[in-house]
């Protein structure tokens, strides 16, 4: 069974910064393209980061310039750095991974982690 597990998260005030790690587990043959999602209360789950297994990212234009998103795929693990964080950023954030199992390509998601930031 593969798990997708988020750490991380946390309060932090606007400005600050936290870094996001997600680690896939189980029996993985490789691991295409990482992404983080958010969703905030009341409102739907948006594409926040994705990375492709080469190391190509890509960003919405809400966190392009303030989040990094990296991999380690030694590690079978992605990251988001998240700078000049301001209170809209706040969040559930989700990882969400396509894993390759035994020739099967799936679509794995976290628990999620809690972002929140003050102003």
């Known amino acids: 069974q593969v798990q997708l597990v988020e750490s991380g998260g946390g309060l932090v005030q606007r400005g600050g910064s936290l870094r996001l790690s997600c680690a896939a587990s189980?029996?993985?043959?490789?691991?295409?393209?990482m992404r983080w999602y958010r969703q905030a209360p009341e409102k739907q789950r948006e594409l926040v980061a994705a990375i492709t297994s080469g190391g190509k990212p890509n960003y919405a234009d809400s966190v392009r310039g303030r989040f990094t998103i990296s991999r380690d795929n030694a590690k079978n693990t992605v990251y988001l750095q998240m700078d000049s964080l301001m209170p809209e950023d706040t969040a559930v954030y989700y990882c969400?991974?396509?894993?390759?199992?035994?020739?099967?390509?799936?679509?794995?998601w976290g628990q999620g982690t809690q972002v929140t930031v003050s102003s």
């Open positions: 189980g029996n993985i043959f490789s691991i295409n393209t």
């Open positions: 969400n991974a396509d894993l390759w199992r035994v020739g099967t390509l799936y679509n794995s």
